[in-house]
Structures are given as structure tokens and as C-alpha cells.
């Protein structure tokens, strides 16, 4: 299958995949199993270890009394890549995998860590010469849908609907579905986006948690005025950078013109939100609010947190999982000195009648996609990998310990942590969640909004260049899909 096939933009795909509310029952009996021993398999991207015990030996399942499919008793390998390169997430899912294969060791998982930047091209590639991993992470939106359209991921809503799942919440089912149809199955956590500050320095400085855009730029000017950077920001991998720009948009329209310019249906990324979140960015980067050398910066090396750890920036705009990565690096520094507040709002935006509760993020973490290429029997087995010991006690109990909130029914009550308290709350309250640019959108787009984020902050192009660019690369996705 050609590969522009596989890349071709889902122009049916329900805007509720971008929109979706937040909250209540999705699903049907929960498969919140206990589970067996905790132990990590073998390190490495090579096969996760396994036990004799389990099925062969008589010993009980942890699927003993579920409503799950009677898996086969003959031999089968399953191929599952996914990105857990590194700890914690890395023991985490390998644990996952030798539950499953103690449980069914005539069943052998072949378990290959990828890189994450390079992710969706080696996936894209691995389809269109033919070597589609059985089962593999996507994060729904845009791509997942496409992979479904090119025949690499398969339909399971008849599993989902006769067999036990988790009680995930509607927003993670519905970013698991397209057209209707159940395609990926939530696993990992919710991840919405939110500004990590400095208390102790907001102290010191008399600053005041900003609720709006203007009073934002207060702080900032204060900040400055003491010497210290107002946003820690690490935009090598460029995406952190969409952050700021995905904020802006949303605040100041809603959710209405970036559908509009998805679907490139009287809409475009020179719209005024866009223009406005991309003059907003380039004052703010000729003002000093983001540190020098902003686009060589690299999160992976830690380079933004940094930044906060020594007093050098106040504040950074991130995903939630840099609670739990702060609070493994030090978890006395992260009580004494780390608090959270939501994006500010749009007062003018505001005052014309746009929402102000569209959040950034995703509500399903991760989702697995299945590509069984007519194989029933191992579509079941990996949906019981899937629902059954990715989503089972001893994962989601693990996925709690390091500050990540399963999107699943319930586990934001048990929520402790005063950051992710916040962020979960937020999350929970937002009339609707916009999925990552870099997520939703094709994977073609997403390399042409990636380098306009570089050139945006690096004040190499102004706002209308890069829509023009990200127009014409939308066009191009919808041209390749007819």
C-alpha cells in the first residue's frame, strides 16, 4: 500500500474526536482485575519475559471470572510496539506484558520499545512495506483514524460491547473511536496541559496567580524586572512549543477556527486566532519571557524543569506528566516549591461569548490499535492484553504511585497530590478537551506545524508565513486522501 495512502488526512473523522466532554459512564463491565506478582520483564526493546506458571501449570488467571474471550491454547507470537523507553513507564508496561504471558504462556509477546519523536514515521513505514506490528500505541485524533482507513487498524466494537473493559470515561472512548467505531483501546493516563509555577518565587516577588492574559503579562513584567525568566521552555522537539500557541488559539476562539482550518472549509491557519496566538509568541519572545536559546533546548535533557530547579525561569507551560517527573527528581523540592494553575483566559474573547474552558491535552493517554490481519484469535488475545493487564489493578496502582490519573471511571477521587489535584479538576471541569496538534492532525501536517513552531519562536517567519505553510500542507493531506 503506497504510503501516501496511509498518510491520507481523515476528513470525516467527528470533530467530537477534538471536542469531546469530559466525564461519565463509557462502557461496560469494569475489568479493574487484581493481578498477580508486579515483577518487571527483561529490559530492553527485546521480548518481555514470561513464566511457567499460569494457565498450563492450573494456576488461576487473573482473567478467572470475566467476561473475556476463551483465548487460544495453540502457539502465537504478538508483535507490540510502544514508547515506554524510559522509567518509570518502561518497568510499568513490561511488568504488564509478564502478567499476561504467565497468565497464557502459550502466548509469546514480542515487546519493542521506539523512541517517541521518531514514532509515527517508523510506524508509517513499518505499514506501508507490509511489517504492521499485531498491536501498537497511538494517541487517537487524526493518525488513528487514517491508520484505520488505510486497513491497519481494526474495528474491535464487538468485543468492546460483549466483553469486560474498564469504565473509561466518555472523553477516552470517544478519542479511541472513529466513524462510530471503537478503534483503540485508552491505556496510560490523562494528560492535560497546565502551568507548573514557582510558589516560592511568586512569594518572594509578591505575584499573584494570574487569571488572565493581561494579568499574565504583569507577572512577566515583574518577573523580568527581578531578573528572572518568566516561562521555562524547551522547544527542540518543537511540540512544547504548540503548547503556547494551541492555548492561544483556544482561548481566544474556541474551538471553531481550528476546525474550520482542518477541514480548510472556508476556514485557514491565517484565521485571527491564529494570528493573534502567533503575534502574542513573538512579542512575548522579543520581550524576554522565554529563555535565550529557546529552540535548541531539549526537554529530554531535562533543560526546561532546570531552569525552574535553579531559579532561573518562575514558570512552565507542560503536560501533567512533569508532575511526577519533578516529583522523582526531588520530591521535597517539588512539595516545598511547585504549585499549578489553568491557562489564563481571554477577557476580550471572553466578552464576545467564547468559551473559556476548551483545555489542551488528551483524556486517553495512550490508546492500543490492533492490526490482526484477519486473525480473530489474536484480535482476542490482544484485546485481553490490552483491557485486561494494561488497565488492570496492579498497572493503574502503579500508574497513581507516579502522579498519573487513569482515564478511567473513579480515579479522579483517588487522587493526592495538590498539583495534580488541580490538573485533574481542570481537566474534569473543561466542556471540552483539544487533542495535540501534533496528535490530531496528519502526520504530514504535524511536521509542517512542528517546523513553524521553530520559526515562530525563533522569529524566522511571522503568523500569516506559517498558516500560509500549514495551509498548503492541509490542502495537500486532503488532495492525497481523494
Not at 155 to 163: A, E, G, Q, V
Amino acid at each position: 500500500m503506497k504510503m501516501k495512502k496511509v498518510m491520507a488526512v481523515a476528513l470525516s473523522l467527528s470533530m467530537a474526536m477534538s471536542l469531546v466532554a469530559c466525564g461519565g459512564n463509557a462502557g461496560s463491565g469494569s475489568s479493574d482485575a487484581g493481578s498477580s506478582d508486579s515483577g518487571s520483564a527483561d529490559a530492553g526493546s527485546s521480548d518481555a519475559g514470561s513464566s511457567d506458571a499460569g494457565s498450563e501449570s492450573g494456576g488461576a488467571k487473573q482473567t478467572d471470572g470475566k467476561n473475556v474471550p476463551e483465548l487460544t491454547t495453540d502457539d502465537m507470537t504478538i508483535t507490540l510496539w510502544d514508547i515506554a523507553t524510559e522509567e518509570p513507564n518502561k518497568s510499568t508496561q513490561e511488568a504488564a506484558v509478564a502478567r499476561f504471558m504467565k497468565d497464557y504462556p502459550n502466548i509469546h509477546v514480542e515487546q519493542i520499545h521506539q523512541q517517541n519523536d521518531n514514532y509515527k514515521q517508523q510506524l508509517v513505514v513499518a505499514m506501508s512495506s507490509g511489517k504492521c506490528p499485531d498491536m501498537y500505541i497511538s494517541w487517537g485524533g487524526g493518525p488513528m483514524a487514517e491508520y484505520y482507513k488505510s486497513g491497519f487498524a481494526d474495528d474491535i466494537t464487538d468485543l468492546f460491547n460483549k466483553y469486560d473493559h474498564p469504565d473509561f470515561i466518555d472523553a477516552a472512548v470517544a478519542q479511541g473511536t472513529y466513524d462510530g467505531k471503537v478503534i483503540g483501546i485508552p491505556f496510560g493516563s490523562l494528560s492535560g496541559c497546565d502551568v507548573f509555577y514557582n510558589k516560592t518565587i511568586f512569594a518572594e516577588n509578591g505575584l499573584e496567580v494570574p487569571e488572565t492574559l493581561d494579568e499574565l503579562e504583569a507577572v512577566c513584567e515583574k518577573l523580568k524586572a527581578a531578573g528572572i525568566t518568566p516561562f521555562a521552555l524547551a522547544n527542540a522537539p518543537k511540540w512544547t512549543g504548540s503548547m503556547y500557541y494551541m492555548y492561544l488559539v483556544a482561548r481566544h476562539s474556541g474551538n471553531e477556527e481550528f476546525d474550520a482550518a482542518y477541514t480548510q472549509d472556508g476556514g485557514s491557519f491565517t484565521s485571527e486566532a491564529f494570528l493573534f496566538a502567533s503575534d502574542k509568541i513573538q512579542d512575548w519572545v522579543k520581550k524576554g519571557y522565554f529563555p535565550d536559546g529557546v529552540n535548541s533546548l531539549s526537554p529530554d535533557d531535562g533543560q526546561d524543569k532546570q531552569l525552574l530547579y535553579d531559579g532561573s525561569a518562575a514558570m512552565m507551560l507542560h503536560g501533567s506528566w512533569m508532575a511526577g517527573s519533578m516529583a522523582a527528581d526531588s520530591q521535597e523540592w517539588y512539595d516545598e516549591n511547585i504549585d499549578v494553575f489553568r491557562w489564563p483566559e481571554d477577557a476580550e474573547a471572553k466578552a464576545k461569548g467564547v468559551p473559556q474552558d476548551v483545555e489542551i491535552g488528551t483524556a486517553i493517554g495512550n490508546a492500543f490499535n490492533f492490526c490482526s490481519k484477519g486473525d480473530q484469535a489474536k484480535l482476542e488475545a490482544m484485546y485481553v492484553l490490552a483491557t485486561q493487564y494494561f488497565n488492570d489493578d496492579q498497572y493503574n496502582k502503579e500508574q497513581m504511585e507516579h502522579l498519573n490519573t487513569p482515564s478511567i471511571k473513579g480515579y479522579d477521587a483517588q487522587v493526592t497530590d495538590p498539583c495534580m489535584k488541580k490538573i485533574t479538576e481542570v481537566f474534569f471541569n473543561a466542556s471540552n478537551v483539544q487533542l495535540w496538534y501534533d496528535q490530531y492532525l496528519p502526520a504530514s501536517v504535524t511536521e509542517v506545524h512542528k517546523e513553524s513552531m521553530s520559526a515562530l519562536f525563533g522569529l524566522e517567519k511571522d503568523g500569516k508565513q506559517i498558516g500560509e505553510d500549514q495551509d498548503k500542507a492541509m490542502q495537500e493531506a486532503i488532495a492525497d486522501s481523494k
